[in-house]
């Protein structure tokens, strides 16, 4: 016996795929220009075009929602890099950090995210897959870099990736220190400095 799926967490095809699709940008659009506070399903339905039964049937509340469009980010994301150099590996995951985060919808719209998170238990679990889902991704650029010799035996892949956009997450939400190629550099070069000295 299979576990029932997510809310709109089955990859459907056709006009199904279409509303979800349609649904989830408005989604998106309300949470980056108003908060999840904001998000009412109604007014979801409207935006995007489609019925308010089908958003309701469908995703039932905004955490199922959130989470849904979490995980659709997840599986959209663009996939590692492979320079055959960790450096510029965590380079480039710390650079494309930092274009999402100041992107002037995608900035907006993770802050949205990470604020539902707090408040409701199905975003959060869905914004703990999202970081999974991503970190595994890149983590593999670790795991080359130990196979080449790069990096010590027994360094924690996720850690250092994780390393690598912790301090930009952090700025984003707590300082407002600025976003930019010289900050990603930084939390690049300061994980890799740590997983070099086998601390992660």
């Known amino acids: 016996m299979t576990a029932d799926p997510?809310?709109?967490a089955v990859r459907p095809g056709g006009r199904t795929a279409?509303?979800?699709e349609a649904v989830l940008r408005a989604a998106g659009d309300t949470l980056a220009e108003k908060g999840f506070e904001a998000i009412d399903l109604g007014d979801v339905a409207r935006l995007?075009?489609?019925?308010k039964t089908t958003v309701y049937r469908r995703w039932g509340t905004p955490g199922a929602l959130a989470a849904d469009l979490l995980n659709n980010m997840a599986e959209t994301s663009l996939p590692r890099a492979r320079n055959?150099?960790?450096g510029e590996d965590l380079r480039d995951n710390a650079r494309l950090v930092v274009r999402t985060l100041t992107d002037p919808r995608?900035?907006?719209l993770f802050k949205a995210l990470i604020a539902a998170s707090l408040c409701d238990e199905e975003a959060a679990r869905a914004l703990h897959r999202f970081y999974a889902v991503r970190?595994?991704?890149w983590s593999g650029c670790v795991t080359d870099a130990i196979e080449r010799g790069e990096l010590p035996a027994g360094t924690d892949p996720a850690r250092v990736i994780a390393a690598v956009s912790a301090p930009l997450y952090y700025a984003l939400v707590n300082t407002g220190e600025p976003l930019?190629?010289?900050a990603a550099d930084r939390a690049a070069a300061?994980?890799?400095a740590a997983a070099r000295a086998g601390v992660s």
């Open 84 to 86: 055959g150099d960790v």
């Open 48 to 51: 995007a075009g489609v019925g």
């Open 190 to 192: 300061a994980a890799l």
């Open 135 to 137: 970190i595994e991704e």
């Open 18 to 20: 279409r509303v979800r």
């Open 6 to 8: 997510q809310p709109g």
């Open 180 to 182: 930019d190629e010289a």
């Open 106 to 108: 995608q900035g907006r």
